[in-house]
T-cell receptor, first 115, second 111 residues
């Protein structure tokens, strides 16, 4: 019953460092997403993927990159970390497109601080 | 872009009280969803609404899809301590194509 697994749980970065947030799902979902959650601001979509090899920008993609080489994995890369990227990051997956109201399955989040 | 206005922003209630929260938009949505986020966890779907006017229950939770398709309401009856968390509304099927989330209602329950 793993569902969506994110690592790491917490991370502190220095300005300018890079890192990759890992996300994997075992439900064979085609659709995967990365969201960021800032206090009192809800969830903002960073990038999404509709299947292996296909990715697209969401609402707030600047400063991030993604890849989708397999159905299971959808890593999020921060190349030059900035304080504005301090946030909680959630990976999610769904059987079909979330824009149609499909249920999203979320990971437990990565709390990232950039100092 | 499309926005959802969720209110109230936070609530402090006594155990046993009923809770009401709502979500409004200037845009029409085809689906309304309500998620709950426990502290330190990701959101989990509570209720999905697919038709204008629809009223759906899930245990002590009841949600309604507004007749204008621009709003939705969530009620929690007889609150208990484990109801603590952040409740998010989300609208789907709008002009932007992706799911739009409200900013959340933070619920605190005093035993």
């Amino acid at each position: 019953n793993a569902g969506v697994t994110q690592t790491p749980k917490f991370r502190i970065l220095k300005i300018g460092q890079s890192m990759t947030l890992q996300c994997t799902q075992d439900m064979n979902h085609n659709y995967m997403y990365w969201y960021r959650q800032d206090p009192g601001m809800g969830l903002k979509l960073i990038y999404y993927s509709v299947g292996a090899g296909i990715t697209d920008k969401g609402e707030v993609p600047n400063g991030y990159n993604v890849s989708r080489s397999t159905t299971e994995d959808f890593p999020l890369r921060l190349e030059l970390a900035a304080p504005s990227q301090t946030s909680v990051y959630f990976c999610a997956s769904s059987y079909s497109r979330q824009g149609k109201g499909e249920k999203l399955f979320f990971g437990s989040g990565t709390q990232l601080s950039v100092l | 872009g499309q926005q959802l206005n969720q209110s109230p922003q936070s609530m402090f209630i006594q155990e046993g009280e009923d809770v009401s929260m709502n979500c409004t938009s200037s845009s029409i949505f085809n689906t309304w969803l309500w998620y709950k986020q426990d502290p330190g966890e990701g959101p989990v779907l509570l209720i999905a609404l697919y038709k204008a006017g629809e009223l759906t229950s899930n245990g002590r939770l009841t949600a309604q899809f507004g007749i204008t398709r621009k709003d939705s309401f969530l009620n929690i009856s007889a609150s208990i301590p484990s109801d603590v968390g952040i409740y998010f509304c989300a609208g789907a099927g709008g002009s932007q194509g992706n799911l739009i989330f409200g900013k959340g209602t933070k619920l605190s329950v005093k035993p």
